[in-house]
């Protein structure tokens, strides 16, 4: 409370980044009450001995992107591991990605900051207060500019089974404003008096325990039902992003799928034959297999009929006059024959990624710069309006994501079908590549917030990956089988069946969270009042 200039700012770095341990994989949610307690107590500082309101906000601010840029810095660190794969083209441009997305990302903090300072009062409000600011700020962080709701703080309570279970209720916007709520409580221990200095722990102590109540109670003691006559085979490859994987080893690649595909899992399961569904991950090829008959022969070859393929790949469509050629990123259903059947095209694309932004896609091409993902001009989005469920023959309509489209709480299920309302899906689909990120937290904090979907949804959710997590989730969140990040393998697993009938979370979306919000806002606006 009585530190300024710039210890202010470094212990509020610090702090930020302490309150990373709340992430995965370590789910330490101490450290994220230890780091919020001490925001609480930096913007009693800011908010005292000034000249005015003016001054104390833009102190609190200041704290606010320097706690931001701390909590961002410690838990975005793997993306430098991206900038490595092709280190002669992109290692200049690590320290953008290390250091300059968090401090971009960390003015959202400065304005939750700067909103909670406005709310500010003397007593337990204050927390509500810091409350609202930040799960605002996060809201908005995972909705302007595309969206990037990476680590919001609601994960620390997104983790434990039980406590994910709310997440069906409220999302996981309404378990940031409680996990902020709960996690600063603890700061009136050291500054309240009376009633005011335990009251807040006292009660964050019975919303935890709540939440732990309703996760149990929620629970069905016994495994969910499977979707009858459905057989799952996973593929988790693990292949580098290096040289081996490049255009002129096409065979070889397709031939290491097929036969890592076919490869006995157990005396009972010897191959894709005793599988309904074989699953592929994100950018399976290097090249373009829908145009490449040799390759799609191989497939079919393998295939007995009845079987279906599902993998991620790379697919065009011929330009019209006077345009480039489109690329999308999709997943492609492919069976006996080879037949090619439905197709989802990627809609939520990566920044930088698989795209320069428009406004500086020509400038940064004239200096010769280019997206990550090796696509001439980048990928062409999907028809957002077109979004829709992807139609395998065999499996309930599947909800189909690519990479972090998952991490993206109530935009993942289409609204309606081109002819009416969109059919009742059955399960969550979500390929990635995440061998950009090596063996980092990247992959497992991205496999965290997919698993969430599944409980906000009441979906299961079917997940393959380059090089894992793979895994398959009940609706309930509860992992039925997985394979770890690094390691090579198939792996077999029965379809969880949908829960019946649909969350609150997914009929009201964001609405619960909002109403909280609006609550506290008024406590804490109320709070103010009293004060002055």
């Given amino acids: 409370m009585l530190t300024s200039g710039w210890r202010r700012i470094l212990v509020a770095i610090v702090s930020g980044a302490l309150g990373a341990l709340a992430m995965p994989p370590f789910g330490a949610l101490p450290a994220l009450v230890l780091s919020l307690s001490i925001a609480v107590w930096l913007i009693d500082g800011a908010a005292t001995g000034r000249r005015g309101d003016r001054d104390a906000v833009l102190a609190c601010a200041v704290i606010g992107w320097a706690w931001g840029f701390g909590y961002l810095t410690a838990g975005l660190w793997w993306l430098g591991s991206a900038f490595l794969v092709e280190a002669d083209e992109f290692l200049w441009a690590l320290p953008l990605g290390v250091i300059g997305l968090p401090a971009i990302l960390a003015l959202f903090y400065a304005a939750g900051f700067a909103l909670a300072r406005l709310l500010w009062s003397h007593g337990p409000a204050r927390i509500a207060a810091l409350a609202v600011g930040l799960s605002a700020c996060e809201w908005l962080r ?113 031939d290491w799928y097929i036969g890592l595909s076919d490869r006995a899992a157990a005396p009972d399961r010897t191959g894709i034959a005793d599988v309904t569904h074989v699953i592929w991950p994100e950018s399976a090829f290097p090249f373009l297999i829908q145009r490449d008959p040799e390759s799609l022969a191989r497939i079919a070859a393998a295939f007995p009929a009845g079987r279906q393929l599902i993998t991620g790949a790379a697919r065009a469509e011929e330009p019209l006059p006077n345009e480039r050629p489109r690329f999308f990123n999709s997943i ?40 990550f993902v090796s696509i001439p001009g980048g990928f062409t989005p999907g028809s957002r309006s077109g979004q829709r469920l992807l139609d395998v023959t065999g499996l309930p309509p599947v909800v189909a994501t690519i990479c972090y489209e998952a991490i993206f709480p109530g935009e993942i299920l289409p609204g309606h079908a081109p002819d009416g309302p969109a059919p009742v899906p059955g399960l969550i689909l979500n390929l990635t590549n995440d061998a950009w990120f090596g063996d ?57 069946v949908r829960l019946p009938g649909r969350t609150t979370y997914a009929v009201l979306g964001d609405l619960p969270f909002a109403g909280m919000l609006a609550g506290l806002g008024l406590i804490a606006l109320l709070a103010k009042r009293r004060d002055s």
């Fill in 142 to 254: 995972g909705h302007l500019f595309t969206g990037f709701p990476w680590n919001t703080l609601g994960m620390a309570l997104g983790q434990g089974l039980w406590l994910m279970q709310s997440a069906s209720v409220i999302g996981l916007y309404g378990l940031t404003l409680l996990a902020v709520l709960i996690a600063a409580a603890p700061a009136t221990l050291a500054t309240g008096t009376g009633r005011g200095r335990y009251g807040p722990a006292m009660t964050a102590c019975f919303a935890l325990a709540g939440l732990a109540l309703f996760g149990a109670t929620r629970l069905p003691p016994v495994p969910t039902a499977s979707v009858p006559g459905v057989r799952l085979r996973l593929v988790q490859p693990n292949l580098n992003q290096d040289a081996k994987f490049r255009p002129e080893n096409r065979a070889d690649i397709i």
């Fill in 332 to 371: 492609l259903t492919i069976s006996s024959g080879p037949k090619l059947g439905d197709i989802y095209d990627k809609v939520h694309l990566v920044p930088f990624g698989e795209y320069l932004p428009g406004p500086l896609d020509a400038a940064l091409r004239a200096v010769g710069l280019r997206q």
């Fill in 440 to 496: 980092t937290p990247g992959p497992r904090q991205h496999f965290a917030q997919a698993r969430l979907r599944a409980v906000e949804e009441g979906l299961p959710l079917v997940r393959d990956a380059n090089t894992g997590i793979s895994a398959v989730v009940d609706p309930y969140g509860r992992i039925t089988a997985s394979l770890p990040v690094g390691v090579e393998g198939i792996l077999d697993a029965d379809l969880p």
